[in-house]
């Protein structure tokens, strides 16, 4: 009965939520599942640890193709960003590279810092 009532509300949240809060759910969730990743190589659970990489694959993906490069350089140079933060989850995926991910887990947590503090300050 509760899980269906959070399914319902996470759903909601998701489907009326603006581009900006997609944004941040993106982001969050990358380092969310970055995390997860890290601690099931830890455990040696293979399958966790692809399942979570492959999400936050997946995150990066999305934020690839929906950065609007025309905007400027800073989108042209945070789209290489993505690009490599992707290319490097496929290495630790292939891997399962713990080092591999504490190199890029600080850059995803930069990453949503920055965007965070960007949506606080659109606020204003």
């Not at 290319?87 to 990453?111: C, G, H, R, T, Y």
């Amino acid at each position: 009965m509760y899980s269906n009532g959070y399914n319902v509300y996470k759903n909601n949240s998701v489907n009326y939520a603006s581009k900006e809060q997609l944004l941040l759910m993106l982001v969050e969730g990358a380092v969310k599942f970055c995390k997860i990743a890290r601690q099931a190589i830890v455990d040696r659970d293979v399958k966790k640890a692809h399942d979570a990489l492959t999400r936050t694959q997946d995150i990066f993906s999305e934020l690839i193709v929906s950065l609007d490069t025309s905007v400027g350089e800073w989108a042209v140079e945070l789209s290489r960003v993505y690009v490599f933060i992707k290319e490097k989850l496929i290495e630790a995926n292939l891997k399962k590279s713990l080092e591999i991910i504490d190199e890029i887990l600080p850059l995803v947590e930069d990453i949503n810092e920055t965007w965070k503090e960007a949506y606080s300050r659109s606020k204003r």
